[in-house]
């Protein structure tokens, strides 16, 4: 199974930028549809954006459409979350998550459940 390590959370005012790192071991990233999660102090963890296997189709909560974007790099095994325009509701402990079953990108990946490994979370604050 895969390993995965996020980087790349910090304190960040409302309206600036942060972009997340998700770095896999192993040769078979690149046949993984890969997702972000986050939760909130409190909260259930909820879908951020999930990415087929090459990159070429997304899918992205609609309180971070437009905001955020997710990517990722095949050749580095590594995903990316770019977010912008961050608010005080973004607050939370950002995951990434990778499903091993080499399907394509389906809605069920906004579901926890659909996953087999998860990283160990990078702490995003954004002050108001």
């Known amino acids: 199974q895969v390993q995965l390590v996020e980087s790349g959370g910090g304190l960040v005012q409302t309206g600036g930028s942060l972009r997340l790192s998700c770095a896999a071991s192993g040769r078979t990233f690149s046949t993984y549809v890969m997702g972000w999660f986050r939760q909130a102090p409190g909260k259930e963890r909820e879908f951020v954006a999930t990415i087929s296997w090459s990159g070429g189709r997304t899918d992205y909560a609609d309180s971070v459409k437009g905001r955020f974007t997710i990517s990722r790099d095949n050749a580095k095994n590594t995903m990316y979350l770019q977010m912008n325009s961050l608010k005080p509701e973004d607050t939370a402990v950002y995951y990434c998550?990778?499903?091993?079953?080499?399907?394509?990108?389906?809605?069920?990946?906004?579901?926890?459940?659909?996953?087999?490994?998860w990283g160990q979370g990078t702490q995003v604050t954004v002050s108001s």
């Open positions: 998550a990778a499903d091993h079953h080499q399907v394509p990108l389906l809605p069920q990946h906004r579901l926890i459940s659909q996953y087999d490994n």
